[in-house]
C-alpha cells in the first residue's frame, strides 16, 4: 500500500470517524474536522505537477484479485491529476462553504459529511484508477454516494423523487459500462487502461469494438448528463446547495467526460462513429440545455440546464478534438486545439459553476426563496455576492476579460475548424458545427443576463420574501470569493498559469499517439487573435443575445412549442409508470391464486416440452421384438384397471370414487402376483386397504354444507390436457422400452443373494443388505409423517374465533 | 404385454390428470393415489416383464424376474403411503378449520 493509495482511501477511511466525532463533539461544526482531509490531499497532489510536467506518469500497484487480474492500479498522469486537483480543491471549498450552510443543531451533519467523504473518494478512485474494474466500482460508489446526497432531506417527496431517478438512470448507464468494459476485456485480454490504449490498433477490427464503444458511451452519456440522459439533472438539484455546486456543476458529471477523454485513444483513432456520436450528442446537449435553461425559474432550474448545456459544450469539443488522432504527426494538427479548448473550458467551468452555485445557495439562505420572480433588486443588500454573481455569470456568458471568454472562443475556433476536416463525411455536414455552436452560445449568453439581472437588479419586492436580505456570513462568502478570483485570474494569466502545468499535460493523455518521447503539446492562450471569424462571432453573439434578451417577453411564446406533456421527463415518468403497472397487469394476470390454473401450466408445459424433445430427436420408436407375450389373465385385469380409472371420472358421488380407487389399488396388487412379485403384492394388499380406510375418514367428515354430492362437471380443457398426459406417458413409455440399450445389473444380486448376505429372498436382501440406506430413509419418512400427522392433529395455536 | 401395459399406465396418468385438475380437495387426493399407481406400475413395466421364477432363491428355477424393480417400487409404496395418509389428515384437518374442500373457495383472503 503506497500513499497514493492511502490518499484514495483516505476519505473513506475518515467517513468512518466522522459519527463518532459527531456524537461526542457537539458543540463543534463537524465539518471543521472534516476540513484538513481536502486541503491535505489538494496539496500532496498539487506537488505531483512537476512530474506531470516532465511528460511523467507515476504507477502504483497493490494486488486485489490477481487470478482475474483486478489489481488497484493507480496512475497519475495530466487528465487524472487535472481531474484529482478539481475533486479536492473544489472539495474543500465546498466542505468549508457547507459548514457555514447546514446548520449544526437542525441537520444531520454526520450523515452529510459521511456521504460527501464517500463521494469524495470514489470519484478520485475513479480518476486514478487504471484499473477498468476498479474505475467501476469506483463509479457506482459515486452513483450511490449522490443517491445518498440527493436524498439527504429525505422527509421530502421531491428529493426522494429526484434521488430515484438519478439513481435509475447512472446505474443504468453504469452497467451497461460495465459491458464496454468487459467487451474490452474479451477483446485484449487486460483490464489494465494503459494497455488497452497500447494495444488499441489491434482491436478495431473486432466485431465486438462497436458494441464496446456504444456501450461505454452509454455510461459517459448518462453519467454526464447528455441529450436525452439529462433529465436526472434538473431533479437532482433537490439536495443542498454544497452538494449541487460539488457533485452536479463540478465533479461528478465530469466523470462521463472523463471517461470520454481517457479513452479517446482507444476508440478514436480508428472510427468516425466515435466522433460523430461524442461531437453529436455534445451539441444536441449543448443546444437543448442552454435552450431549456431560458425558460426556468428556478435559480437552481438554470444553473441545472445551464450545467448540462456546459457539459455538451466540453463533450463536442473532446469529439472534435478526437480528429485529431486520425492524424499521427503533430505539425500543423488543427484539430488538437478542440481539445485545448475542452480541458481548459473542463477547468473553467467548475470555477465559475461551482462560484455560481455558491452565490445561488447564499440568495436561497438569506431570502428564503430561489423563484427570479420573487427576487430582484439585491444588488445594493448584497454587494459582495452580486460581485461575485456578475464575475460568475459573465463569464458563462463569455465576455471577457473572465475565463469563460477564452475558452468560448477556443470553442469557435475548434468548431470553426470542422469545415476543413476531410473525414468522416465531415464536408458535407460539417457546416453544423459552428452553425450550431453559435445560436448555442445566444442562449447561454441570454440565460446568464436572466440569471444576473433578474436576482440582482430591477425592483426590490420585499413582499414577496420570507426574510429580510443582508448579506451572508463571511465564511458563507470566502469559497465563492476564492473561485470567482480564480475566473479572473484564470482571465488574465491564463497562459502562463495553467497551459504548461495542467492543460498540455491533460492533453498529452488524451492524444498520446500524437507525442514521441521528446515532444510536447505546446498550449497558447492569448486573449488578441486579430480580426478573425471567432471575433465575429463573439461580437455576433452579444449583439444578438442583449436584443434577444431584452425583447424575451415578446417571444417568449415559443416555448409553447415543447410543452410539458410531450418533454423526456414525461416520457421517463410515463415508461416508469408503464412498465411497473404492465409487470403487475402480466403477474396478475398468470398468477391468480386457483392451484387449477398453475397445475395446467406445468401440465402443458411438461406435454410441450416432452413431445417436442420426442419429435425433435427422433426418438419415437416401438418395436415388439424383447416385449413379453400378453396372457389372458393379464389382459382380464388390464381391462378392469381401465374401466375402473375411467369410471372414477363419471363417479357421481365420492364414495364410489373412493371404492373405485380401492380396486385400482387391489387390481395393481393382483398385478403384482401375476408378475412374480409376492412382497410387493402383499405390501400393496395392506397399504391399499389402510388407505381406503384413511379415504373413508375423511369422507366422513367432510362438512355437511359441502355433503352436495354432485358429479364433477366436464372441462374440455381439463379432459385434452389429461389425455396429453397419458398419450405423452405411453409414448414415453413404449420408446424407452424399445430403445433398451444394456442389460440390467440384476445379475449380481441373483447370484450373490446368498453367498455374500445369507438370504434367499433378493428383494428382501436388497432392501436391508444392498441397498439398505433407502430402507433407513423411508422409515424416516414414514415416522416424520407420522409425527407431522399427530402434531397436525394435537397442535391447535390459533384457533379461529370466527370459523 | 408391455405395450398393453403401457396403454394401461397411460389410461391410469390419464385419470389421475383428470382428477387433480378438478375443484375437490378429496378428489385430487384420489389423483395422487392413482398416479402413485400408474407410477408404481410404469417402473415394474420398465423393469421387463420376462416370465421368470419370483425372485426367491428357493425356487431353484434356471431365471428370475428382475428383484431390483421390486426392491424400488417397496420403497416407493411406503413412501407415497406417507405423504398419502399425511395429505389425506391434512385434507381433513381443513375441512375442520376451513369448513370447505372446494379448491377455489381456498385462496388467499388479500382482497378482503
Not at chain 1, 145 to 151: H, M, N, Q, V
Not at chain 1, 177 to 196: D, K, P, Q
Not at chain 1, 379 to 405: K, Q, Y
Not at chain 1, 438 to 465: C, D, E, N, R, V
Request: charged fraction near 15%.
Amino acid at each position: 500500500m503506497s500513499l497514493l493509495h492511502l490518499a484514495i482511501l483516505s476519505p473513506f477511511l475518515l467517513a468512518l470517524l466522522v459519527p463518532i466525532v459527531y456524537k461526542y463533539v457537539r458543540q463543534i461544526h463537524t465539518g471543521w474536522f472534516v476540513l484538513f482531509l481536502p486541503v491535505l490531499l489538494f496539496s500532496y497532489f498539487f506537488q505531483f505537477i512537476s512530474e506531470t510536467m516532465g511528460g511523467h506518469s507515476v504507477t502504483k500497484s497493490i494486488s486485489w484479485i490477481p487470478s482475474l487480474g483486478i489489481d488497484f492500479t493507480v496512475k497519475i498522469d495530466g487528465l487524472g491529476l487535472l481531474f484529482a486537483l478539481l475533486i479536492t480543491g473544489i472539495g474543500s471549498l465546498v466542505v468549508l462553504y457547507s459548514i457555514f450552510y447546514l446548520a449544526k443543531d437542525k441537520e444531520q451533519l454526520n450523515t452529510f459529511y459521511v456521504y460527501l467523504l464517500l463521494f469524495m473518494g470514489a470519484m478520485l478512485g475513479v480518476v486514478l484508477s487504471d484499473n477498468l474494474i476498479v474505475l467501476y466500482t469506483f463509479w457506482e460508489l459515486t452513483s450511490f454516494s449522490s443517491f445518498l446526497l440527493i436524498g439527504y432531506w429525505y422527509h421530502k417527496e421531491r428529493s426522494r423523487y429526484g434521488a430515484q431517478k438519478s439513481m435509475l438512470i447512472t446505474v443504468l448507464g453504469g452497467l451497461s459500462m460495465l459491458g464496454g468494459f468487459v467487451l474490452l476485456y474479451l477483446m485484449t485480454g487486460t483490464f489494465r487502461i494503459s494497455e488497452i490504449i497500447n494495444n488499441a490498433g489491434d482491436i478495431f477490427t473486432s466485431p465486438l469494438f462497436i458494441p464496446a464503444m456504444l456501450c461505454i458511451l452509454l455510461g459517459a452519456f448518462t453519467k454526464s448528463a447528455q441529450f436525452p440522459f439529462h433529465i436526472w439533472l434538473p431533479d437532482a438539484m433537490e439536495a443542498p446547495t454544497p452538494v449541487s455546486a460539488y457533485l452536479h456543476s463540478a465533479t461528478m458529471v465530469k466523470a462521463g467526460i472523463y471517461l470520454v477523454a481517457r479513452l479517446s485513444p482507444v476508440f478514436a483513432p480508428h472510427s468516425g462513429l466515435w466522433l460523430w456520436l461524442v461531437a453529436g450528442v455534445g451539441l444536441v446537449t449543448l443546444l437543448w440545455g442552454s435552450f431549456s435553461a431560458v425558460k426556468q425559474t428556478d435559480l437552481k432550474g438554470i444553473l441545472a440546464f445551464s450545467t448540462v448545456s456546459q457539459l455538451g459544450l466540453i463533450m463536442s469539443l473532446l469529439g472534435v478534438g478526437a480528429a485529431a488522432l486520425y492524424y499521427d504527426h503533430l505539425d500543423e494538427n488543427i484539430f488538437i486545439v478542440a481539445t485545448t479548448a475542452a480541458v481548459f473550458h473542463l477547468i473553467n467551468h467548475a470555477t465559475f459553476k461551482g462560484s455560481l452555485f455558491m452565490v445561488v445557495g447564499i440568495v436561497d439562505h438569506e431570502t428564503g426563496t430561489r423563484d427570479i420572480r420573487k427576487l430582484g433588486g439585491l444588488m445594493h443588500m448584497m454587494p459582495i455576492t452580486f460581485t461575485i454573481a456578475a464575475i460568475g455569470t459573465f463569464s458563462m456568458a463569455g465576455l471577457p476579460p473572465f475565463n469563460g471568454f477564452l475558452s468560448k472562443e477556443m470553442f469557435f475556433t475548434g468548431m470553426v475548424r470542422v469545415l476543413e476536416m476531410d473525414i468522416f463525411n465531415m464536408q458535407t455536414w460539417g457546416f453544423l458545427f459552428p452553425m450550431l455552436a453559435w445560436i448555442a452560445s445566444i442562449f447561454t449568453f441570454i440565460y446568464s443576463m436572466i440569471l444576473f439581472f433578474k436576482t440582482f437588479t430591477g425592483k426590490y419586492k420585499p413582499a414577496q420574501l420570507e426574510k429580510k436580505p443582508h448579506e451572508a456570513p463571511i465564511g458563507m462568502l470566502i469559497p465563492p470569493v476564492i473561485l470567482a478570483s480564480l475566473v479572473i485570474i484564470f482571465g488574465f494569466f491564463a497562459d502562463s498559469l495553467l497551459s504548461d502545468t495542467l492543460i498540455a499535460p491533460a492533453m498529452a493523455s488524451i492524444l498520446p499517439s500524437l507525442l514521441n518521447d521528446s515532444s510536447k503539446f505546446f498550449v497558447e492562450i492569448s486573449y488578441w487573435h486579430g480580426f478573425n471569424i471567432e471575433l465575429m462571432m463573439t461580437i455576433g453573439v452579444i449583439a444578438v443575445g442583449t436584443i434577444a434578451y431584452l425583447t424575451f417577453p415578446k417571444w417568449k411564446n415559443i416555448y409553447k412549442l415543447f410543452p410539458e406533456k410531450r418533454s423526456i421527463n414525461r416520457l421517463y415518468d410515463g415508461s416508469l409508470e408503464l412498465i411497473q403497472r404492465s409487470s403487475n397487469n402480466f403477474t396478475n394476470s398468470y398468477m391468480n391464486g386457483f392451484i387449477r390454473t398453475y397445475l395446467v401450466y406445468i401440465f402443458i408445459f411438461f406435454i410441450g416440452m416432452l413431445s417436442i424433445t420426442l419429435s425433435v430427436k427422433n426418438a419415437l420408436k416401438i418395436t415388439i421384438d424383447n416385449a413379453a407375450p400378453i396372457g389372458v389373465y393379464e389382459a382380464i385385469l388390464a381391462v378392469i384397471i381401465a374401466i375402473c380409472a375411467i369410471a372414477i371420472l363419471f363417479a357421481k358421488s365420492r364414495l364410489t370414487s373412493i371404492i373405485l380407487l380401492g380396486s385400482i389399488g387391489y387390481t395393481v396388487a393382483l398385478y403384482f402376483v401375476l408378475f412374480r412379485a409376492p412382497d410387493l403384492a402383499l405390501t400393496q394388499l395392506v397399504i391399499e386397504t389402510v388407505s381406503v380406510a384413511l379415504f373413508l375418514l375423511c369422507f366422513y367428515h367432510l362438512p355437511k354444507i359441502n355433503r352436495k354430492e354432485e358429479r364433477m362437471g366436464f372441462r374440455f380443457t381439463n379432459a385434452l390436457i389429461s389425455v396429453g398426459v397419458g398419450v405423452v406417458i405411453t409414448l414415453i413409455a413404449l420408446s424407452a422400452h424399445s430403445n433398451k440399450l444394456f442389460d440390467s445389473i440384476s445379475q449380481y444380486y441373483i447370484e450373490n443373494t446368498y453367498e455374500k448376505a445369507a438370504g434367499k429372498n433378493m428383494v428382501n436382501v436388497i432392501l436391508v443388505d444392498f441397498r439398505g440406506f433407502d430402507t433407513m430413509f423411508e422409515i424416516l419418512v414414514l415416522g416424520i409423517a407420522a409425527l407431522g400427522i399427530f402434531g397436525m392433529i394435537k397442535l391447535r395455536l390459533t384457533r379461529r374465533k370466527d370459523g | 404385454m408391455e405395450i398393453l401395459m403401457a396403454i394401461v399406465i397411460g389410461v391410469l396418468f390419464m385419470s389421475a390428470t383428470y382428477l387433480m385438475l378438478s375443484k375437490s380437495l378429496l378428489r385430487i387426493i384420489i389423483g395422487t393415489g392413482i398416479l402413485s399407481h400408474g407410477a408404481h406400475l410404469l417402473l415394474l413395466t420398465m423393469g421387463g416383464l420376462k416370465k421368470g421364477a419370483a425372485p426367491l432363491l428357493g425356487e431353484q428355477a434356471s431365471s428370475y424376474t428382475d428383484p431390483l424393480p421390486q426392491a424400488l417400487i417397496l420403497t416407493a409404496i411406503v413412501i407415497s403411503f406417507g405423504v398419502t395418509s399425511f395429505f389425506l389428515v391434512l385434507a381433513y384437518r381443513s375441512y375442520q378449520e376451513l369448513g370447505t374442500d372446494n379448491m377455489d373457495r381456498l385462496r388467499g383472503n388479500e382482497k378482503k
